[in-house]
């Protein structure tokens, strides 16, 4: 009877423990950055985003290029996590609204949206484009839309205007 209760008792004092090494396993394999949800978009701007994905730059802000899991050429990512993007996503209802606010940094136009949370920095999506290209920036550049600009170019070469 002893040695069935100390062999419970171990189990116990195990158990907990292996089930903290599946957890650091998982956490520690697949891609670099951070998970994110892959948008899926029509077959035509699935087009426009895998070339604009071929054309992203290696770095944005002074931040590599660490790509979020899983891969896809829908999205890309700079600093773990710090600037996520997501091409193809579904045109945002708040872009109905007049009161939106927008942005333009060199020649793109982008919706300015400020999700809830304390830890979520601000979220911008083109408009006037034939795919709708979202960026989420960290907290770190609530107020500066500068990486927006390391989009502009490789944007207006991949994504048409719908005007």
């Not at 419970?8 to 949800?37: H, I, M, N, T």
């Not at 802000?61 to 990512?77: N, Q, V």
Request: aromatic letters at 6%.
């Amino acid at each position: 009877m002893t040695h069935t209760r100390r062999r419970s008792a171990r189990s116990r004092v195990l158990a907990p423990s292996a089930a903290l090494f599946v957890l650091a396993a998982a956490g520690c394999s697949g891609g670099g950055g951070p998970s994110v949800e892959v948008p899926t978009p029509p077959s035509e701007a699935a087009g426009y985003c895998e070339k604009l994905h071929a054309v992203l730059p290696e770095t944005v802000a002074g931040l590599e290029r660490s790509d979020p899991s899983p891969d896809s050429d829908l999205t890309a990512g700079w600093g773990d996590g710090a600037i996520v993007l997501r091409c193809g996503v579904p045109r945002p209802a708040r872009m109905d609204d007049s009161q939106a606010k927008a942005v333009d940094a060199d020649g793109v136009n982008w919706l300015l949206e400020q999700p809830d949370g304390a830890d979520a920095g601000p979220r911008f999506t083109t408009t006037y484009r034939e795919a709708y290209v979202e960026v989420t920036l960290g907290t770190e550049y609530a107020h500066d839309i500068t990486p927006l600009s390391a989009f502009a170019v490789p944007v207006k070469k991949t994504v048409p205007d719908s005007l």
